[in-house]
């Protein structure tokens, strides 16, 4: 009996071992799940390409026609790597928004986020006004920016006032889903028939106003991000043990959900201003992650991060694939198949609660 505890330990690192190899061996799945995603959604469009040729464009190869090489370079690119960029970014908001509130259904689309986002755009759209009026050439943008992040904000702030618990929290996001709604609502009703359509079409969420420029921005958003996540990656697991459980480790749980949340608004309000209102990849992906890999953040975030680029990279596939030449609006496709993951999501909670 002296021994067994020698004996027990060497198993347990080896039980250790085995489990991070298979969240490795996730991840490189997930990683080629999104690379041949994004070989499919290049290939897919009013002319289509095969697989062969969709490679020997990207690698410069003489074997593939000039124009091929340039409607994959400068038409198809900057939209397939938008997909996986902003996937990525909504699926990294939405699952740190889940840490730190300690809530599965805590979403940028869930919270108000998104809602507030698609006003602000609106009033650029219909009015012209401009939160920033020095910006004119990214009016609609910069407006959708701000009111993301002031509704982010306002959510933070409101979580930190006495006796304010996350069911409220999640209660104050949906009464702000709501009260945006309304006043989007109210925008479109005031629109002349020009701007209502242009309006609408924002906020069903599209993928083909993506450039270069703007992919360039989300980019960087999400590159400067990722890091600042990763390095409070144990404070943000313990995080997940409760307030009191994460102060006892030494953890300050103000300061990190504070700087977290400030992270969170930017990285879920850039995508949602440049593409329109794109729901549930937040809310998904972060949940795949998590039955995969778990709550430990040096697997959970980078698997969520692949998880949302793969998801809104394949439903880029599939909004080309419904019917050929017509590329439907990629918010309608993400509502599809977020709806009924949500009441899934909401029914087990329930079941696990009784």
């Known amino acids: 009996m002296a021994h067994s505890p020698a004996v027990a330990m060497p198993k347990g690192r080896g039980a250790y071992r085995v489990l991070v190899q298979r969240k490795k061996l996730v991840l490189l799945a997930l ?124 959510i933070h702030f409101m979580s930190q006032r006495r006796g304010v618990t996350v069911e409220t929290i999640v209660l104050l996001g949906i009464t702000l889903v709501f009260t945006f709604n309304a006043l989007l609502a109210l925008v479109q009703y005031l629109a002349s028939e020009q701007a209502l359509s242009a309006v609408v079409f924002w906020t069903m969420g599209s993928l083909t106003r993506a450039t270069w420029p703007k992919l360039a921005i989300t980019t960087a958003v999400v590159a400067v991000s990722l890091p600042l996540f990763m390095r409070r990656a144990w404070a943000l697991t313990a995080l997940r043990l409760g307030d009191d459980k994460a102060a006892s480790f030494g953890v300050n749980v103000r300061w990190v959900r504070l700087e977290t949340m400030m992270v969170i608004s930017l990285l879920a309000a850039v995508p949602v201003a440049f593409v329109g209102t794109i729901g549930f990849i937040g809310l998904v992906g972060p949940h795949i992650a998590r039955m995969l890999v778990g709550e430990d953040q040096r697997y959970f975030l980078p698997a969520s991060v692949l998880s949302g680029a793969a998801i809104l990279s394949l439903t880029s596939v599939i909004s080309k694939s419904i019917v050929p030449g017509t590329i439907f609006p990629i918010g309608i496709i993400t509502a599809l198949v977020g709806v009924p993951f949500l009441f899934s999501l909401i029914m087990s909670t329930r079941r696990r609660a009784w």
């Open 31 to 154: 990683a080629f799940v999104l690379v041949l995603s994004v070989i499919a959604d290049l290939g897919l469009g009013p002319a289509r390409y095969s697989m062969h040729e969709v490679v020997q464009a990207l690698i410069g190869s003489a074997e593939v026609s000039e124009q091929i090489s340039v409607v994959i370079w400068d038409i198809r690119m900057p939209v397939a790597l938008m997909a996986v960029v902003v996937g990525a970014a909504l699926s990294a908001a939405g699952a740190q928004m889940q840490t730190i509130l300690n809530n599965p259904l805590a979403s940028p689309f869930t919270l108000g986020i998104s809602a507030a986002a698609s006003f602000g755009a609106s009033v650029a759209l219909v009015f012209g006004v401009g939160f920033l009026p020095w910006a004119i050439d990214y009016i609609v943008s910069i407006n959708a920016l701000i009111m993301a992040m002031f509704a982010a904000l306002f």
